[in-house]
Nanobody, 112 residues
Framework: QVQLVESGGGSVHFGGSLNLSCAAS????????MSWVRQAPGKDVEYISR????????KYAESVKGRFTTTRDNGKNTLYLQMNDLKPEDTATYYC?????RGRGTQVTVSS
């Protein structure tokens, strides 16, 4: 059974940082690209990053490029999202995604 469990969210001030984690199980993590997405209340899901199965290929949305960094540890079956220089518009629930699966998400709130 595929499980994706996000953690590390919280409340920070403008310019702060957070590091999100996603623990994966139930599939061979090292064989698949992974993504981070987010959804703010009343808004569509936004794809913010994608990392290739070996970590060598990275893509970011323009809205987070230069501020967010996605990495993975295939030995620990874990995906990470380091978020720096956070802005109020980054406030959302953040999810990791594999194929059609998403976790329950972790809430990030940025105050001005």
């Amino acid at each position: 059974q595929v499980q994706l469990v996000e953690s590390g969210g919280g409340s920070v001030h403008f310019g702060g940082s957070l590091n999100l984690s996603c623990a994966a199980s139930g599939f061979i993590f090292s064989r698949y690209d992974m993504s981070w997405v987010r959804q703010a209340p009343g808004k569509d899901v936004e794809y913010i990053s994608r990392i290739s199965k070996d970590g060598g290929g990275l893509k970011y949305a323009e809205s987070v490029k230069g501020r967010f960094t996605t990495t993975r540890d295939n030995g620990k079956n874990t995906l990470y999202l380091q978020m720096n220089d956070l802005k109020p518009e980054d406030t959302a629930t953040y999810y990791c995604e594999y194929a059609t699966y998403r976790g329950r998400g972790t809430q990030v709130t940025v105050s001005s």
